[in-house]
């Protein structure tokens, strides 16, 4: 079974800085992509950022520019660091692994719990 564990929400003024952390377990060989989706009440989840294994990158267009996202493929560990946050940043962070090759399976798709960002002005 594979779980992803996220820490690092929280409540910020707007300019303000966060760091997400997700790490993943469950006997997991290797990932092919981690990243970072948020969803804000009454909207659609929505991509923020991603990272493959061979490190090619993925934002989403309000992203670019102040968040940035890092990898550890030993560790299974994905992190994104959130600067000059706005109030429309804030949402609720889930932390995504796809393709996850573990023992003798590889799992489509996995998500964390979910962790609440929210900036205020």
């Known amino acids: 079974q594979v779980q992803l564990v996220e820490s690092g929400g929280g409540l910020v003024q707007a300019g303000g800085s966060l760091r997400l952390s997700c790490a993943a377990s469950?006997?997991?060989?290797?990932?092919?992509?981690m990243g970072w989706y948020r969803q804000a009440p009454g909207k659609t989840r929505e991509l923020v950022a991603s990272?493959?294994?061979?490190?090619?990158?993925n934002y989403t267009d309000s992203a670019k520019g102040r968040f940035t996202i890092f990898r550890d493929n030993a560790k299974n560990t994905v992190s994104l660091q959130m600067n000059s946050l706005k109030p429309e940043d804030s949402a609720v962070y889930y932390c995504?692994?796809?393709?996850?090759?573990?023992?003798?399976?590889?799992?489509?798709?996995?998500w964390g719990q979910g962790t609440q960002v929210t900036v205020f002005s």
């Open positions: 990272m493959t294994s061979g490190g090619s990158t």
């Open positions: 469950g006997n997991i060989f290797s990932i092919n992509v």
């Open positions: 995504n692994a796809e393709r996850i090759h573990s023992g003798n399976f590889v799992y489509a798709r996995a």
